[in-house]
């Protein structure tokens, strides 16, 4: 190691003088290295081919919800097909029962939620506006969003048998809350 030699400087400010030392090499080389980073990061991310974190998060998040089709996607045939056939439904009231029954009792009388069984709807009445609510959830009434627990045939199927509950007059049902639904 080097022997460091104290020099003082020839100016003074308020009889405070000051020493004139080297700094340590390590800092320098820091210092440079860091330039040299500099010098390539900059045109490499914000004007190059580069992606800055930013960007390729939000690649990644737009990918992933591409491959996650959960809850996306409904058209009017398939849930139509899904309410025509009987072993659908009979899916759609074991999702229910599994995971509905708390809100919307084993009828759909309703209970915490609303009564599925008759003409009204708080969200539309329509299939596709049945399985958007599934898929989406109502956060603002407590129901949560079922698209990241449930697959898709089965909202579908979840939505079909919802829909075959209107008429079936339960006992005890909850009172009307909603729109009046006329269609289908």
């Known amino acids: 190691m080097s ?13 405070i003088q ?11 080389m820091m210092f440079y290295l860091s330039i040299a980073f500099a ?19 939000a690649a990644e998040m737009a990918a992933a919800g591409a491959g996650d089709t959960r809850g996306a996607g409904f ?12 072993a659908t439904v009979a899916t759609g009231k074991g999702v229910f029962d599994k995971n ?20 009204y709807w708080l969200h539309g009445g329509s299939l596709a506006d049945i399985a958007k609510v ?7 009434k407590g ?3 079922w698209k990241s627990q449930l697959s898709h045939q089965d909202m579908v199927a979840v939505a079909a048998y919802v829909k075959s509950l209107k008429g079936t007059n339960p006992p005890n049902p ?7 639904y006329d269609g289908d």
């Open 3 to 15: 022997e460091v030699k104290d020099e003082i400087l020839d100016h003074d400010y308020d009889g």
């Open 18 to 28: 000051e020493y004139d030392n080297p700094l340590p090499r390590w800092w320098l």
């Open 39 to 57: 010098l390539v990061y900059l045109p490499w991310y914000h004007f190059g081919p580069g992606e800055l974190p930013q960007e390729e998060y």
């Open 75 to 86: 058209t009017q045939e398939e849930l139509s097909a899904a309410l025509a056939d009987q």
């Open 100 to 119: 509905c029954v708390a809100c919307h009792t084993a009828t759909g009388a309703g209970l915490v939620g609303p009564n599925l069984t008759d003409e």
């Open 134 to 140: 599934i898929a989406d959830g109502v956060p603002d």
């Open 143 to 145: 129901m949560i969003s």
């Open 174 to 180: 909850k009172e009307p809350q909603g729109a009046k």
